[in-house]
């Protein structure tokens, strides 16, 4: 089965030189004439110029609110920042004075970045900070955190939590922004085909950003013993089962908390779509994501009792070719297992994946399937 890697990362922005990863990427065919002299001096390596010149846009964007126009501008103004020598965390201090001064939806996009970016020093500077002592947090906005230079690692994971969450909010503005808001600001074009099929509002945007985060591993140093466990079968639960199911944990902050709940968002407001391929992609991504975390022994028969169901669900549906590949990658794990000098267990699981494939190939020929980044 043909498989296309569709990135999910569709928002503007370019990560300064010391960043590892690339969420966020311009696209640099902007036919705006202003950005043909940046671009030039870009490619000169006069970045202080660019700078200047890129300013003058952010201030002419601002005055005439044009939303658009200034993130981008921002974001090809950090990375001029970066260039030109200026500390990464004067850079993330400018975008998070201007998310306290402007509105929908620049603020939120902001607040993604931000996030991202507080995500990315930590993770480029992981060692340093896990030597240093946790202390207690104050949530409290009435409460100055100190200068993220000297902060934890708890600190960190309670600042990237805390700026994800403010990129989702309001949750009904965002859920009922199409994905064609965003106009150029998209290096994808998700406005049309399988991307707006996946991907057709700016909540889902900023929510998949925000998973890509909450589900690593690594944010778990930062959680208590008694943090949550994925211990509750229900989370293999699907369609209203799941979504209007109420999940609760004295520990709110907990980042596989977070997961679950903003799954559960995903796929309520996918729910009633005349179109399954939106529940589908984020129902596969949450089933995944719980059966990776879940503390459950019968785990793996859980996962697949609910893509079996899921499959049940759409078989007329292309999405379902999606679900397909899911059921038929879990055969070949099963499969690996097949030892010929100790029996016969497992021996025909790879044959069923092919068999799998071969049907689903033959029942949606010529079906792209997209597939979004998942890490």
């Known amino acids: 089965m043909r498989r296309i890697l569709f990135l999910c990362s569709v928002i503007v922005t370019i990560i300064a030189c010391n960043t590892k990863k690339k969420s966020l990427t311009l696209d640099m065919t902007d036919p705006d004439p202003r950005w043909a002299r940046i671009d030039s001096l870009e490619s000169i390596g006069q970045y202080a110029d660019a700078l200047t010149a890129t300013e003058v846009i952010v201030q002419e964007a601002r005055g005439q609110g044009n939303w658009r126009d ?15 020598g200026v500390d990464a965390y004067t850079v ?16 939120q996009l902001l607040h993604s970045v931000v996030a991202e970016r507080y995500w990315q020093q930590y993770e480029n500077n992981r060692w340093t900070i896990l030597e240093r002592t946790n202390t207690e947090i104050v949530t409290s906005s009435a ?12 600190q960190y994971m309670q600042k990237v939590i ?18 064609e808001a965003l106009a150029d600001l998209l290096q994808t074009p998700l406005s049309t ?29 930062a959680e208590p013993s008694w943090g949550f ?5 229900r ?11 109420p999940f609760w944990h004295r520990d709110s902050t907990s980042w596989e908390f977070q997961a679950l709940r903003l799954h559960q968002q995903l796929e309520k407001l996918h729910l009633s779509e005349a179109t399954p391929d939106a529940l589908v992609d984020v129902a596969l991504a949450r089933l995944s994501f719980v059966r990776e975390r879940s503390t459950l022994v019968n785990k793996d028969s859980l996962y697949l009792q609910a893509l079996t169901t899921l499959n049940s669900r759409v078989p007329n549906d292309a999405c379902g070719a999606e679900v397909i590949h899911a059921i038929a990658s879990w ?3 099963q499969g690996a297992q097949y030892n010929r000098l100790v029996g016969d267990a497992w021996k025909w699981e790879k044959k069923t994946a092919r068999d799998l494939c071969g049907a689903a190939i033959a029942k949606f020929p010529g079906r792209s399937v997209p597939r979004t980044a998942r890490h």
């Open 229 to 233: 466990k994925m211990s509750d079968p």
């Open 92 to 107: 993330i201090a400018q975008l998070e004075e201007r998310t306290a001064s402007t509105g929908y939806p620049l603020k």
């Open 235 to 245: 989370a293999f639960a699907l369609f209203e089962d799941f979504a209007n199911k």
């Open 70 to 84: 200034e993130f981008r501008a921002l974001m090809r103004r950090a990375a001029q920042q970066g260039m030109t």
């Open 143 to 154: 409460v100055e955190m100190p200068d993220p230079a000297t902060w934890t690692q708890q």
């Open 331 to 333: 055969y070949v794990e």
């Open 162 to 179: 805390t700026e994800f969450r403010a990129s989702l909010d309001p949750h009904d503005s965002l859920a009922t922004t199409p994905t």
């Open 193 to 221: 085909g399988e991307g707006k099929e996946v991907r057709p509002t700016l909540f889902d945007i900023l929510a998949h950003r925000a998973l890509e985060v909450f589900r690593n591993t690594e944010t778990r140093l």
